[in-house]
Every structure is written in structure tokens, then in C-alpha cells.
């Protein structure tokens, strides 16, 4: 059974581009988190998902940033003209249906903005 | 809002054991949680506790719980290098709203 996977690991962009990151649930699993990890620093809530809809994005910036989980294929955030403080390591986590209580990470994309 | 709180360097020696500590603020929390974090790596879900349960035991590790101070403790008996790493404390509610502290970044020397 694989983990969470995301990918890509390492993103490079420069400031104004986009940033897609992608993360593909463990098997089985049907709700989707999004965190944030700026250096130094612990994780802080993006947003959560189930398949199709947003249940939870109080942790979302209220711009550039968005989120989805369709019915087929991966999560994706989307981060739209990036600045350098979005710099950071982004972690998608999954949980299975039913009881929620443990979350399961995938390895994290790195993003550096140049 | 939701506040967890940890000290965020400890060093000790190989062999000995360490404790890293946590404390939190919302009292409702139901599970808490230990996650370990390697250098360029994702988050790996060490332990849980349910917040009805003082004390959980898995091999070295041993979780406390004093749901009345909100303090959350983890030992790793006989520490190894290979412990090193950052430990984060996580609090949530049935599940969701997870809120994890800053990390702990544990150093075992040899």
C-alpha cells in the first residue's frame, strides 16, 4: 500500500510564476490536508478537502492560493504569481473514511521562489 | 485559538533517555499526537494518545498524559542516533483541526 505520495519533491520557480503541487492520497483515503512549513518552524493548517469540495480553508491566504481534490487524479495546490515568502515546504497529509484521527504525510514538496 | 507549545532544542547522550515535552491549550483536544521529522523528509506518525488515557507504552517510548496541566510528554528510553530528528507535538479534535507545536529538534551525541 503506498503512502501519500506528492510530487514533484523540489519546485523552482521565479516570482510572478505559478506553483502546482500535487499529492495523491494513500489508498483508500478520501480526505486530503494541505500544511505549510516555513523554515524553523512547525506545521500550520492550509486547508482540507474531501473529493469535490472544500471543508475546511481557514488556513488558506485569501489570495493566489487554491486548492482542489476532483473526482479523479490528485489534490492539487495551486499557488498563482509566487512572491519569496511563499518559500517553504508544503505537506499533504490523508486520513481515511470514518474516524479521522491520524493523518498520514507524504514526503513534502520543497518550494524555493527565486 | 488552539496553542501548543514546545521547547525547541534538546541533547542528550547515546544510550540515555530523553524527554521532550509539549504543552497545550485546548482543553476539548481529543487525541494528541508525536510525529518525528528526519532532515528532508515528511512527517512519520510516532505515537498517539487518546485524550481519556494517561500513558501509552510502545517499545522505547512511553507518552504521558495530565489532561488537567495540558502536558503531553514523550520518553524515548535508550536513545540512539538514529533518533535524531525534530519531534512535533499535535493536538486535534475527533480528528480534525490538527494543530501541531513548533518542533523539538532533538540532538543524541555519541
Known amino acids: 500500500n503506498a503512502g501519500v505520495m506528492q510530487n514533484p519533491r523540489h519546485l523552482v520557480r521565479r516570482r510572478g510564476q505559478e506553483a502546482r503541487l500535487r499529492c495523491s492520497p494513500m489508498?483508500?483515503?478520501?480526505?486530503v490536508y494541505w500544511y505549510r512549513q516555513l523554515p524553523e518552524e512547525g506545521l500550520k493548517f492550509m486547508v482540507y478537502?474531501?473529493?469535490?469540495?472544500?471543508?475546511?480553508e481557514s488556513g488558506m491566504p485569501k489570495e493566489r492560493f487554491s486548492a482542489e481534490f476532483p473526482k479523479e487524479g490528485p489534490s492539487i495546490l495551486r499557488i498563482q504569481q509566487v512572491v519569496r515568502g511563499d518559500s517553504a515546504a508544503y505537506f499533504c497529509?490523508?486520513?481515511?473514511?470514518?474516524?479521522?484521527?491520524?493523518?498520514?504525510f507524504g514526503a513534502g514538496t520543497r518550494l524555493s521562489v527565486l | 485559538g488552539e496553542d501548543v507549545e514546545q521547547s525547541l532544542f534538546l541533547s542528550v547522550r547515546e544510550g540515555d533517555s530523553s524527554v521532550i515535552n509539549c504543552t497545550y491549550t485546548d482543553s476539548s483536544s481529543t487525541y494528541l499526537y508525536w510525529y518525528k521529522q528526519e532532515p528532508g523528509a515528511g512527517l512519520q506518525l510516532l505515537t498517539y494518545?487518546?485524550?481519556?488515557?494517561d500513558m501509552k507504552q510502545d517499545q522505547r517510548l512511553t507518552v504521558l498524559l495530565n489532561k488537567k496541566d495540558k502536558h503531553l510528554s514523550l520518553r524515548i528510553a535508550d536513545t540512539q542516533t538514529g533518533d535524531s530528528a525534530i519531534y512535533f507535538c499535535?493536538?486535534?479534535?475527533?480528528?480534525?483541526?490538527?494543530?501541531f507545536g513548533p518542533g523539538t529538534r532533538l540532538s543524541v551525541l555519541p
Open positions: 494518545i487518546f485524550s481519556n488515557m
Open positions: 499535535a493536538e486535534s479534535l475527533y480528528g480534525q483541526n490538527f494543530v
Open positions: 478537502l474531501q473529493k469535490e469540495n472544500i471543508i475546511d
Open positions: 489508498k483508500g483515503h478520501s480526505h
Open positions: 497529509a490523508s486520513s481515511p473514511e470514518g474516524p479521522r484521527n491520524i493523518q498520514y
